[in-house]
C-alpha cells in the first residue's frame, strides 16, 4: 500500500519548458530553485526559428510546470515549492550611451544651478553611469531608466538641456 507522497513521485509531474534564457523553475513536493546570475543583454535578438513552442501532449503531471519560452524570471509549482529570481538585468554600455552621457555631463557642468533644477541630481546620476559602466562595461537598468525619468520628467531644468533628449532617446532604445 503506498500514500499519496509515493504516488506523486511515481507518477512524475516534471517540468517542460520549450525554452528558458535565465530564471528559476521549480516543481514537486518541497522543491526549490534560484537564480542570481547578472544578465548582459542588448537590443533583444531576432530569433530565425521563431518562438519556442512546447510540444502537443508534453504537459506534465499534477503540480508540474509548462512554460512555452521564459526570459528571465522564476516558476514554482507544487507543494512547498519556491523559485527565487534575484537576477539582476544589465544593459551593455554601448559607445553611443557613453557618448550620449559624456556631452550631458559637460552640459550640466556648464549649467546655471538653481536650487530643485534637478540638474545636480543628472549630474551625480551621469557619474555613476559611467563609473559603473568603465568598471564592468554595463550598467544596471534601473540606473537608465531611474535617468531617462530624470531627463524627461519636465520637472527638472536637466531636461531643458540640449543634449538631454539625445541622451533619453538613446536610453529609451537600449531599454526597449
Do not use: F
Amino acid at each position: 500500500m503506498t500514500d499519496g507522497r509515493e504516488r506523486q513521485r511515481e507518477g512524475g509531474g516534471g517540468i517542460v519548458i520549450g525554452r528558458m534564457t535565465g530564471g528559476a523553475a521549480a516543481s514537486g513536493e518541497g522543491a526549490r530553485a534560484e537564480d542570481r546570475s547578472e544578465r548582459v543583454s542588448g537590443p533583444a535578438p531576432v530569433r530565425a526559428d521563431g518562438p519556442a513552442r512546447v510540444p502537443a501532449g508534453a504537459a506534465p503531471g499534477e503540480g508540474g510546470i509548462a512554460i512555452a519560452e521564459m526570459e528571465g524570471g522564476a516558476a514554482a509549482a507544487g507543494q512547498d515549492a519556491e523559485a527565487v529570481d534575484s537576477s539582476r538585468q544589465l544593459i551593455a554600455a554601448t559607445p553611443e550611451l557613453l557618448a550620449a552621457v559624456r556631452t550631458l555631463r559637460q552640459e550640466t557642468a556648464v549649467a546655471v544651478r538653481a536650487p530643485g533644477d534637478g540638474i545636480a541630481e543628472v549630474d551625480a546620476e551621469l557619474g555613476e553611469l559611467e563609473e559603473e559602466a568603465w568598471q564592468s562595461g554595463s550598467v544596471r537598468r534601473g540606473r537608465l531608466a531611474r535617468l531617462r525619468s530624470l531627463l524627461t520628467g519636465g520637472a527638472a531644468a536637466a531636461g531643458a538641456l540640449a543634449s538631454a533628449a539625445e541622451a533619453a532617446e538613446t536610453i529609451s532604445r537600449l531599454l526597449a
